[in-house]
């Protein structure tokens, strides 16, 4: 790559060109002797002892070295008797100790069946790339690589940043060490090559080339300052300065005054995703982000797979060893990186797919308190049916079955898995149903104390800044995982995907039909029913609602309720490239080389993409979004979007402002070559799956039907009678197919085994849209029965609070008659709030029917300091006499919690006494 210094477009008065001649050639000599020089790395001091780096500079002349701290221990190393028990600290080492090459990857194998359909386009397309950096695994792999932002030669030199003040080349909030010096009015014809002078970006293998420090003399300009060179901070000394009195640009207060005077910069934690089977921090170069964001950009190994999250459902083995792991890494984080120039008050943790599901977790975690501020969360949520594993013990068995060790006795079960090799263990090939993870987060009371959804609705994460958001096409894995989408999508080919969703994700078969054809209904565009092409989208579509729209867009509501700061931005762009097809549109993981600034230095091994000049503004956009709420809580602030030194289009980000997100408003940023704020993404899908499809569930219940859950995968993956999948490829359905009160297998194969001429009639493509017309009918008639009740229960309130004045209180019952009788009342208040929670607590028999405070209150209660522990299985269940007979208690289940009697997530229930 060349740097070309040429003649900028302006005219220049030629008076000073003497000066700025002999300034160009003492800042080429420079590049020169420093490329050339080697000189002692940098090293810092932390509490477990001295640790030693490179300094790295970066193949674009936009960015400045960076500092790398490579394999740095975070924790003990999890092996013999620490396998399958949460971290510990590192020890202390003396002398210095080289952090200069990628530590090891944990135990985990790429070579089974990996479920693509979780996995980003660029790791499934590469896997023979990302075996590269999993070659030697080992169980000591608790490390994590920081990458420290250095100043830029080019802002160093006084005269060049003074010739560029003095005649106006460029504009002051637009100058910083990251801009091209092309056009800054440098004259000559100069080339200098890159590759000589700044060198190669770092590679696995081999160790990166040190560059010795900038001369300790020269004034240094921060990136804020050099764009906005009147902030207080910026005026202290010098010129220019502000009129008396005037607040900060951006978080106005004197604690945000002294983090900025203290010099120390933002640190972004990256947790890395994958299926929580495999992965590593060490494929993703954090370099480019730190350079342009001037932030402090952190990558780590946690343990996965078997060895993270193998759980026994009791206190044998927990699980979540992988989540603490992590949380040890921000314990490290917050206690060292003071240390390398970093702020342990403004950590922010961000992640894409699994290492968002991870993100998300860690905010409603205890053990996460204080160690972080903020999150990112990309294409991920708490919420997915993917994010946590309901059901451990299951997969655990069957592993310790595979291995020899499946014994009743869980501890000695744990005891026996601890003898095995970690080769041996990770080798199992264990497949869980489709949709769900064999190995990933528990609810074990502890880490996570409850079902997601449920902390959410406490306001778990309320403390913690979020920006969340979502890729225009997630689907397009959960398609091709299903059918052949080349050439589009066939009528019979989307009957079978639907059917193969709703067989694997909602319990047992009796039931389906109706929400089965409902969804088809709803994923029909009906005014192009019979293109292929059509259903391909409305079917990737399907996919990246329910597995990744929705249940962002519940995070984003419950975090946004009560005025937490929260931003949402739905991905629309994607680089062009051979790894998927032409017609798919944003991809799962598509958003992560703009995020770490891929485009800037061209395509990797991992990103063999064409990078446009919109791909590299794309990705200077994104880096300042993301480093700006890592710096403010808000992505608008400090730095303004400005990206004229990449080309002389106007950035069309310049004018848009990325407002908050609210439940109400739910305004959106939309990230593309066209951005634009929007409101309410996918709104009518959203609510279909958020609050139509559990109300199909409890029509079921009104028929008789078996109401499941969508969290809990089934006991058995045989296709629905109706569809099914023969040999050729090819599927037929029958044209009406008839419920029955119990499924069995043999059933569904007598209908293929038997004579064809004495099954039913089997009709290929026309479909029958009676279903969907009962079920419009069922739908509507229910909701009209709902609105009856509504109106009799005002009706009777109203004539209630007409006859009152005609009542006079019974002498026999004296000043307790308006007490009682305001019970009814509140009972009619609570049907019409909705399902809430009545807390059990000995009192006074009337007390019972009182209800839960408004949820601001709660709120309050809930995060105060005195707030009651969580119970654990062993907790025996007061019930006080006045309750006796109501209702039967069940002792707490670690695994089962927040689920009601219909085996659905009740979306009010809570573990708290």
Same mark, same amino acid.
């Given at each position: 790559m060349w740097l070309r210094l040429?003649?900028?477009?302006?005219?220049?008065?030629?008076k000073p060109i003497v000066g700025r001649s002999l300034c160009l050639t003492l800042w080429f000599l420079s590049l020169v002797l420093r490329a050339s020089t080697q000189a002692p790395a940098p090293t810092v001091n932390t509490h477990f002892g001295k640790l030693r780096g490179a300094r790295v500079p970066l193949p674009s002349e936009i960015l400045g070295p960076v500092d790398q701290y490579l394999g740095v221990p975070y924790a003990a190393p999890p092996i013999g008797e620490k396998r399958f028990l949460p971290p510990e600290p590192p020890p202390s080492w003396s002398g210095i100790r080289n952090a200069t090459h990628f530590p090891p990857v944990c135990p985990q194998n790429i070579h089974t069946a990996v479920p693509e359909f979780m996995l980003p386009v660029w790791f499934t397309a590469n896997l023979d790339i990302v075996a590269t950096y999993i070659q030697e695994p080992n169980e000591d792999c608790l490390y994590l690589n920081v990458y420290v932002p250095t100043e830029d030669a080019l802002s160093e030199l006084p005269c060049v940043s003074d010739t560029v003040a003095r005649r106006g080349l460029a504009r002051p909030e637009s100058f910083d060490r990251s801009r091209s010096s092309a056009g800054w009015g440098v004259p000559g014809g100069v080339l200098v090559t890159l590759a000589a002078a700044?060198?190669?970006?770092?590679?696995?293998?081999?160790?990166?080339?040190?560059?010795?420090?900038?001369?300790?003399?020269?004034?240094?300009?921060?990136?804020?300052?050099?764009?906005?060179?009147?902030?207080?901070?910026?005026?202290?000394?010098?010129?220019?300065?502000?009129k008396q009195g005037e607040d900060l640009a951006d978080n106005d207060g004197d604690e945000d005054e002294d983090i900025r005077d203290s010099g120390a910069k933002p640190v972004m934690v990256y947790i890395h995703g994958g299926s929580y089977m495999e992965g590593t921090g060490n494929m993703i170069d954090g370099s480019v982000l730190a350079s342009y964001g001037n932030v402090i950009v952190i990558t780590l190994n946690y343990r996965v797979g078997v060895l993270g999250f193998l759980s026994t459902g009791d206190q044998a083995a927990k699980g979540n060893?992988?989540?603490?792991?992590?949380?040890?890494?921000?314990?490290?984080?917050?206690?060292?990186?003071?240390?390398?120039?970093?702020?342990?008050?403004?950590?922010?943790?961000?992640?894409?797919?699994?290492?968002?599901?991870?993100?998300?977790?860690?905010?409603?975690?205890?053990?996460?308190?204080?160690?972080?501020?903020?999150?990112?969360?990309?294409?991920?949520?708490?919420?997915?049916?993917?994010?946590?594993n309901y059901q451990p013990v299951k997969y655990t068995s069957l592993l310790a079955d595979k291995v020899g060790c499946n014994v009743l006795d869980t501890v000695d079960m744990v005891d026996c898995l601890r003898q095995k090799s970690a080769k041996e263990l990770v080798e199992q090939d264990i497949q869980p149903a489709r949709y769900h993870v064999a190995f990933g987060p528990v609810i074990d009371g502890d880490v996570i104390p409850d079902d997601p959804e449920i902390l959410m609705e406490q306001g778990e994460f309320l403390?913690?800044?979020?920006?969340?958001?979502?890729?225009?096409?997630?689907?397009?894995?959960?398609?091709?995982?299903?059918v052949d989408p080349e050439d589009g999508v066939s009528g019979t080919d989307f009957d079978y995907s639907v059917s193969n969703f709703v067989d694997n994700l909602y319990g047992y078969p009796e039931g389906k039909d109706t929400l089965r054809e409902t969804i088809k209904f709803m994923y029909t565009d009906w005014a192009d029913r019979d293109n292929p092409e059509t259903r391909r989208k409305t079917l990737v579509a399907l996919f990246t609602d329910h597995q990744w729209v929705e249940p962002s867009v519940v995070t984003a509501d419950l975090h946004a309720r009560y005025g937490s700061p929260t931003y949402f931005y739905a991905f629309y762009h994607h680089c062009q490239s051979l790894m998927k097809p032409a017609w798919s549109d944003a991809a799962h993981g598509d958003e992560v080389p703009y995020v770490f600034g891929v485009p800037m230095v061209g395509p990797t091994d991992l990103?063999?993409?064409?990078?446009?000049?919109?791909?590299?503004?794309?990705?200077?956009?994104?880096?300042?979004?993301?480093?700006?709420?890592?710096?403010?809580?808000?992505?608008?602030? %400090?730095? #303004?979007?400005? @990206?004229?030194?990449? $080309?002389?289009?106007?950035?069309?980000?310049?004018?848009?402002?990325?407002? *908050?997100?609210?439940?109400?408003?739910?305004?959106?940023?939309?990230?593309?070559?066209?951005?634009?704020?929007?409101?309410?993404?996918?709104?009518?899908?959203?609510?279909?799956?958020?609050?139509?499809?559990?109300?199909?569930?409890?029509?079921?219940?009104?028929?008789?039907?078996?109401?499941?859950?969508?969290?809990? %995968?089934? #006991?058995?993956? @045989?296709?629905?009678? $109706?569809?099914?999948?023969?040999?050729?490829?090819?599927?037929?359905?029958? *044209?009406?197919?008839?419920?029955?009160?119990?499924?069995?297998?043999?059933?569904?194969?007598g209908s293929w085994n038997g004579d064809q001429d004495a099954g039913p009639l089997l009709v290929e493509n026309p479909r029958d849209y009676s279903t969907e017309l009962s079920v419009t009918i069922a739908v509507g008639a229910s909701l009209l029965f709902l609105n009856v009740l509504a109106f009799a229960a005002l009706y009777y309130r109203k004539d209630k609070r007409r006859q009152e004045p005609l009542r006079q209180p019974s002498p026999q019952r004296g000043a307790g008659a308006p007490e009682l009788g305001a019970a009814p009342e509140e009972e009619l208040a609570a049907l019409q709030l909705g399902p809430t929670h009545h807390e059990c607590e000995a009192g006074p028999p009337h007390d019972t029917l009182r209800l839960t405070a408004l949820p601001d209150y709660t709120l309050t209660l809930r995060r105060s300091p005195d707030d009651i522990p969580l119970m654990t299985p062993n907790t025996i269940t007061m019930i006080p006499n006045s309750l006796v007979g109501l209702q039967t208690l069940h002792p707490y289940n670690t695994f089962a919690a927040g689920f009601n009697s219909t085996g659905l997530p009740h979306s009010h229930s809570t573990t708290r006494v």
């Open positions: 040429g003649l900028p477009s302006l005219s220049l008065s030629p700044r060198g190669r970006m770092l590679a696995p293998p081999g160790p990166p080339v040190a560059i010795p420090p900038v001369s300790k003399g020269v004034k240094r300009i921060s990136k804020e300052c050099a764009r906005k060179p009147n902030k207080k901070i910026c005026r202290k000394g010098g010129s220019g300065a502000k060893y992988g989540l603490l792991d992590q949380i040890q890494a921000l314990r490290w984080v917050s206690e060292n990186i003071a240390f390398f120039g970093g702020d342990p008050r403004r950590i922010t943790v961000f992640g894409s797919g699994i290492g968002a599901s991870c993100v998300s977790l860690l905010t409603l975690s205890h053990h996460s308190e204080g160690l972080f501020q903020r999150a990112i969360i990309q294409s991920g949520s708490a919420l997915s049916s993917w994010a946590v403390n913690y800044d979020i920006m969340l958001g979502v890729n225009q096409g997630e689907g397009l894995k959960f398609v091709e995982g299903v990103f063999p993409c064409n990078f446009s000049k919109n791909d590299v503004m794309l990705s200077a956009v994104v880096m300042t979004y993301w480093t700006n709420f890592a710096k403010t809580g808000d992505p608008n602030k %400090p730095v #303004p979007q400005d @990206t004229k030194f990449i $080309h002389t289009k106007a950035n069309r980000f310049e004018e848009v402002a990325w407002s *908050k997100y609210n439940p109400r408003d739910q305004l959106y940023l939309h990230i593309g070559l066209k951005p634009r704020v929007r409101d309410h993404y996918r709104a009518t899908k959203v609510a279909f799956w958020k609050h139509l499809v559990p109300h199909l569930y409890n029509l079921h219940d009104m028929f008789h039907y078996t109401s499941t859950t969508t969290k809990v %995968p089934p #006991p058995d993956t @045989t296709h629905s009678s $109706h569809i099914t999948r023969r040999p050729n490829g090819k599927t037929w359905s029958t *044209k009406r197919p008839a419920i029955s009160p119990a499924y069995s297998n043999e059933n569904a194969q």
